[in-house]
């Protein structure tokens, strides 16, 4: 693994609404050189066969948002699930060129591709490395079917290639606002400039939803009506939803310190009593099966809700592979992940 001590810039190319403000601590990048495998088989209850094949290009993430589950994984590496995760990246230099020599051998066995699993594909850094745009441009060579979930715009710079992929974009937009997004997503680009992507997509001819995960719980709830309708607006065809799932102590503690930080005291209070009415008592989930699930009324009003709006607006659930279209088009309250 090499660490760059100067690594590209990309907010010198691109604007902080496009790729998200700059974390204010150092930002540390190691490129890394995969040797095997670049493909990762990953579990997903809601998937169909139960598994779903994903790939990263980078480990960590500079958008910071105090929620991510993949927190965990830079632990595997030996650094902090905090701000650890979002200050020290993993570049995998040589990702596009592992993807071929993979797909040359495991084309026929691959019905569809995710991109990605423990960061975003889009991260800041991507302006400047391309290694997902090239992975795409693999994927379009052996006609592999690929979704993409994003918080950023960046994902436009790539029109020309996703136009070739059978492809669904999905945005990950929990807040209405940049307001009620800035606690817990502090440097991803603003949910409006996330919209206008979706848009600028969906004119070009490119399937789009939106993920409204995480739902907190006591927090975000009364954005869903607003976001469906904005995603319907934008070209957005299929849209999910989510509970927020702390996987992790060192995640909930994490996520609960920066409430602390950027929340009045009365509101953290407020969103932990009620995450912990739906947790039977805790913040943590206590079986995969609850992972994205609450436990009482007040859940069931929320899945209720999105039912509603998301039908009302003609959009249907989220699905895999990319390749069929399901029967039941009903909206769906499920984790990508």
Request: hydrophobic letters at 35%; one cysteine or more; proline letters at 7%.
């Amino acid at each position: 693994m090499r660490h760059i001590k100067n690594p590209p810039n990309p907010y010198n190319r691109y604007s902080a609404e496009f790729v998200g403000e700059p974390p204010p601590t150092k930002l540390e990048v190691f490129e890394e050189t995969a040797t095997k495998k670049v493909i990762t088989k990953a579990f997903a209850s809601d998937w169909d066969g139960g598994w779903r094949y994903t790939v990263n290009c980078y480990r960590g993430c500079i958008h910071g948002c105090t929620y991510c589950f993949a927190r965990q994984y830079h632990e595997y590496l030996g650094y902090g699930a905090g701000t650890d995760f979002e200050t020290k990246i993993v570049v995998k230099s040589n990702a596009p060129r592992i993807l071929r020599e993979e797909l040359k051998k495991t084309r026929d066995k691959m019905p569809h591709l995710d991109f990605s699993f423990a960061t975003d594909p889009y991260l800041p850094l991507e302006a400047e490395y391309k290694l997902t745009r090239q992975c795409l441009e693999v994927c379009a060579d052996f006609r592999v079917p690929v979704g993409v979930i994003t918080k950023s715009p960046l994902v436009t710079r790539d029109i020309d290639v996703l136009q070739k992929l059978k492809v669904t974009v999905f945005f990950s937009l929990p807040f209405l606002t940049k307001e009620s997004s800035n606690p817990f997503e502090p440097y991803t680009p603003v949910p409006e400039a996330r919209f206008r992507a979706m848009k600028t997509l969906s004119d070009a001819g490119i399937k789009v939803g939106i993920g409204i995960a995480p739902v907190i719980p006591g927090y975000n709830e009364p954005d869903i009506p607003g976001l469906l309708e904005r995603a319907k607006e934008a070209g957005a065809g299929r849209a999910f939803m989510s509970m927020l799932h702390l996987d992790t102590d060192s995640i909930e503690d994490y996520f609960v310190q920066k409430m602390h930080e950027r929340l009045p005291a009365t509101r953290v209070t407020k969103i932990i009593n009620t995450i912990k009415r739906e947790r039977g008592g805790t913040l943590r989930h206590r079986s995969y099966k609850e992972r994205g699930e609450g436990k009482t009324e007040q859940w069931e009003v929320t899945k209720k809700l999105f039912d509603f709006h998301a039908r009302r607006l003609g959009l249907s659930g989220h699905h895999s592979p990319e390749t069929s279209e399901p029967e039941n088009t009903q909206p769906v309250q499920a984790s990508l992940f």
